[in-house]
């Protein structure tokens, strides 16, 4: 079952505000928080990548084609093929 990304709302209660503010002055987390829709980057440990990328994979074929855009928009590549690029990196 797909998780939500926090909102903009929850990464500000979540989150010291050092962080909170970190996250929402980063593009990725940003949209990510914006949309809903989960988009891979890179993780600060393998294990957090791959929660992503279970998660990603159980989104709806749209949040899939809307989260593909923004990664070819920001990457240059899909999800598919960024995630098999950043694991190969742990």
Known sequence: MYKLPYSKK???E???KDVANSLLNDPIHLWRAETGIELIHEEPTKNELIRIWDNWNEMSFEMKEKSDKK???LFGKNNKEH???IIENY
Do not use: A, C, F
């Open 10 to 12: 929850e990464i500000l």
């Open 14 to 16: 979540k989150y010291p």
């Open 71 to 73: 990664s070819l928009e």
């Open 83 to 85: 995630y098999d690029i």
